[in-house]
């Protein structure tokens, strides 16, 4: 059974920092690479980051040098710290396997709300 719990959202003022954690079930931890995705409404989820297995990690053009995602193999985590927040950034945050499809399993997601 493929379980994704993501957690540490919250409302923080722009400019601020979050972390957000992701805890996966072990199959899906393991053998893929994972990613951390964004979605607002009425627009398509969206790829923020990802990180291989062997660490190499990538972003979108919109977070570079802002957003860092790291991964615990020990612990099936895989967390993004968020720093420099901007109010576009605000949006619901999923992280899954990369690539991930519109009808695999997704967790609640944790929402991230920046002020102005």
């Known amino acids: 059974q493929v379980q994704l719990v993501e957690s540490g959202g919250g409302l923080v003022q722009a400019g601020g920092s979050l972390r957000l954690s992701c805890v996966a079930s072990?199959?899906?931890?393991?053998?893929?690479?994972m990613g951390w995705y964004r979605q607002v409404p009425g627009k398509q989820r969206e790829l923020v980051a990802l990180?291989?297995?062997?660490?190499?990690?990538n972003s979108a053009d919109s977070v570079k040098g802002r957003f860092t995602i790291s991964r615990d193999n020990a612990k099936n985590t895989v967390s993004l710290q968020m720093n420099s927040l901007k109010s576009e950034d605000t949006a619901v945050y999923y992280c899954?396997?990369?690539?991930?499809?519109?009808?695999?399993?997704w967790g609640q997601g944790t929402q991230v709300i920046v002020s102005s």
């Open positions: 072990g199959s899906i931890f393991r053998a893929n690479s």
């Open positions: 990180i291989t297995r062997d660490g190499t990690t």
């Open positions: 899954n396997k990369f690539p991930a499809l519109r009808y695999d399993p």
